[in-house]
């Protein structure tokens, strides 16, 4: 089941599918490249509790931008009408099947009606007074009076959005950090699985060698590496960016930053606690650290 509940943009397919489509909107795609890319039909790949799913969330989307037909809106009732979703949800909840039912009810009234206030495409700021660029080491004093070091490496607007993105070093020492003091340090991370051959693993993560050598599994290796990153937005990030002191450059290689795992950090204590016993937060997470000279390109 690929949804999180009963609401028409629920879960990774609806959502996947209504703002793929508003992000083309919104950048100005031509509608007939959309259709393409977005066409509101069954899919042979789907079954009828996810084509309900999928021709809802797109006929949303569609009826939203002005741009829904007769013929989409006799396919819309055609889906609803066989009741793939409903009956789904009766087998875990009658309530959930209800609440669907009445969802479906709501949304057919909705989009059967002209639209008279269509949406216009958005135009999203750009935040240009970044604190951090990527690629870079920056440095604070943890409450145990020790620096530590993270390094950003990567920062994400989407959709009026900014979000930075870190990892952590094992720096850990009175002295102020330098590049070349952290040379000799190490970034965490961690192994992925992968079901590809080692030819096509590599093709897929250009410089996994590097981690595989590292490794050194009697020749062997063929895994995904990611690193543990952690994210806060450029708002949370007002209150305590100047917490943070640029070390300088140091930049990871780009198919090395593939996310190994991902946490939301909204206050600078966040930052702190994460460094308070590493060693057992590696333990329980399955993490590893990894010489920032197998990572980085120095």
């Not at 209800?98 to 700021?125: D, G």
């Not at 604190?131 to 943890?142: G, I, N, Q, R, S």
């Not at 070349?180 to 991370?189: F, M, P, R, T, V």
């Not at 050194?216 to 543990?228: A, I, M, T, Y």
Request: hydrophobic share 35%.
């Amino acid at each position: 089941m690929a949804t999180d509940g009963v609401k028409i943009i629920d879960g990774d397919i609806a959502h996947d599918t209504y703002w793929g489509i508003m992000d083309l909107y919104d950048n100005k795609v031509d509608f007939e490249l959309i259709k393409e890319k977005f066409p509101l039909k069954e899919l042979s790949h789907f079954d009828d509790f996810d084509n309900e799913i999928y021709i809802t969330s797109c006929a949303l989307a569609y009826w939203e931008i002005g741009k829904i037909d007769a013929e989409m809106l006799s396919l819309v009732k055609k889906v609803i009408d066989k009741g793939g979703g409903v009956k789904i949800w009766a087998e875990r909840s009658i309530n959930e099947s209800k609440a669907r039912l009445r969802e479906l009810e709501r949304f057919w009234k909705k989009i059967s009606q002209e639209n008279v206030k269509i949406r216009a495409p958005k135009t999203y700021r750009t935040i240009t007074n970044l604190y951090f660029k990527p690629d870079t080491a920056l440095t604070f004093k943890h409450f145990d009076g020790n620096y530590r070091v993270i390094i950003c490496i990567d920062i994400i607007q989407h959709r009026g959005s900014c979000d930075y993105r870190f990892v952590l070093t094992t720096y850990n020492a009175n002295e102020k950090p330098t590049l070349d003091k952290l040379s000799n340090s190490e970034i965490i991370g961690r192994k992925m699985g992968t079901g590809y051959d080692q030819s096509e693993t590599r093709a897929m993560q250009p410089g996994i060698e590097r981690v595989w050598n590292f490794e050194k599994e009697e020749g062997n290796c063929n895994f995904l590496f990611g690193v543990v990153q952690f994210g806060t937005s450029h708002k949370n990030l007002s209150s305590f960016n100047s917490k943070f002191e640029s070390v300088g450059p140091l930049k990871i290689l780009p198919a090395l930053k593939m996310m190994g795992a991902l946490s939301g950090f909204s206050a600078f204590e966040d930052f702190e606690a994460e460094f308070f016993d590493l060693e057992k937060r590696l333990r329980i997470f399955g993490n590893k650290k990894y010489p920032v000279k197998v990572l980085c390109d120095l």
